[in-house]
């Protein structure tokens, strides 16, 4: 367990979003610390919070849609949540950065890459041209795109999609960020590629010594890249532990299930579990646990009782009343 105090930590966040009259509970009540030095997997099907928890940290979630209900977002001890916008910029870029998925829509394609990255450094860096441009390059070498000097002077449709992430990233990080969110840098890109985001990814955090939120709705992308998983379901943290504790032993009967969904060498030959029923509407506000209405352990007490999450030896945690028995499954 790590022992040092976490640079983000976000307390009881809920995050609630109007649309046509409807309310969706994007977040109901999520508690999650990050720590320097730590990549710290998120994980969780499509429409589970993942990229609601990225955006209310860097304060873009989309407004008026969005209303933060309640909770608490400190970086470093400051609460971020009662900040103004103008604040805030100077957090988003310096502090904390984001990459997200598909890189092309955050690439102004008015702009080479050379170009998006001095203004980056020279605005927040307050870099003079001369060292701004030594910055791109120096930056562009570290994400891989140094050798021939093309991407610098290239613009963004110019460049293949692993090229355009690299790029992607190297502005994210181009002003020295204490903690990056990378939203599910892989997933539109193909598993060479993917192998290599990841391990420049983690080089980076190893050289700048950066924390790292890692976003995925595939667990065994964080288990390659993560030292720490929480698992995700319907707005609700369900469980979290370093990674190897997670793999050997699972507390929670959602991530059980997930992990047995997963083709691995272990288990083959046997039949994979599949999780029947589907998630959680988020329109639904159930009294008792999200995932009750899938998991094959639901007694009449997870149907009035919403489960807290209760802190395990390790570090590990999990919001389940019958946490021991999920082993079984
Ligand atoms: N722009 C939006 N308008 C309305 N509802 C939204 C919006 N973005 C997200 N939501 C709601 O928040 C939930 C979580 O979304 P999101 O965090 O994007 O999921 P994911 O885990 O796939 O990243 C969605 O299921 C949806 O109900
Ligand atoms: S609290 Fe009950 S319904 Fe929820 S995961 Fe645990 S056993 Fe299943
Ligand atoms: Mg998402």
Redo the contacts with the bound molecule.
């Keep these: 367990m790590n022992t040092t105090e976490p640079i983000i930590t976000i307390e009881n966040l809920r995050?609630e979003?109007?649309?046509e009259r409807q309310k969706?509970?994007?977040?109901r009540g999520i508690d999650i610390a990050f720590y320097k030095d730590e990549i710290h997997g998120l994980v969780?099907?499509?429409?589970?919070?993942?990229?609601?928890?990225?955006?209310s940290i860097m304060g873009l979630l989309?407004k008026p849609?969005?209303t933060i209900l309640s909770g608490s977002i400190r970086y470093e001890g400051k609460e971020l949540l009662s900040l103004s916008e103008d604040a805030l910029r100077t957090y988003r870029g310096s502090k904390i950065a984001m990459v997200f998925q598909e890189p092309a829509k955050y690439l102004n394609p008015a702009f080479t890459v050379g170009e998006q990255i001095r203004e980056m450094v020279m605005l927040h860096k307050g870099l003079n041209k001369h060292q701004a441009e030594m910055r791109a390059r120096e930056l562009l070498g570290l994400v891989g795109l140094g050798k021939d000097g093309r991407a610098l002077g290239a613009y963004p449709h110019e460049l293949s999609s692993g090229m355009k992430q690299r790029a992607m990233i190297a502005i994210a990080i181009s002003c020295d960020p204490d903690f990056l969110i990378a939203?599910?840098p892989t997933t539109s890109l193909d598993v060479t590629l993917q192998l290599q985001i990841l391990k420049l990814l983690k080089i980076l955090k190893k050289m700048k010594r950066m924390g790292m939120l890692f976003?995925s709705?595939d667990l065994s992308v964080i288990r390659e890249i993560a030292d720490r998983v929480s698992v995700?379901y319907a707005?609700k943290i369900v469980e979290s532990a370093s990674v190897a504790r997670l793999f050997e032993h699972q507390m929670h009967p959602y991530t059980r299930l997930l992990l047995l969904s997963i083709p691995d060498a272990r288990h083959r030959g046997k039949k994979l579990a599949t999780i029947a029923g589907q998630v959680l509407d988020?329109?639904n506000d159930p009294q008792g646990c999200v995932f009750a209405p899938r998991c094959p352990l639901a007694k009449e007490l997870c149907y009035r009782e919403s489960p807290k999450l209760i802190a395990h030896e390790q570090g590990h945690t999990s919001a389940c009343h019958f946490a021991e028995e999920a082993w079984d499954l």
């Design positions: 995050v979003f109007t649309q969706a509970f994007a977040l969780g099907e499509s429409g589970s919070g993942k990229t609601v928890t990225a955006m989309p849609a969005a939203d599910e976003i709705h995700i707005g988020a329109t």
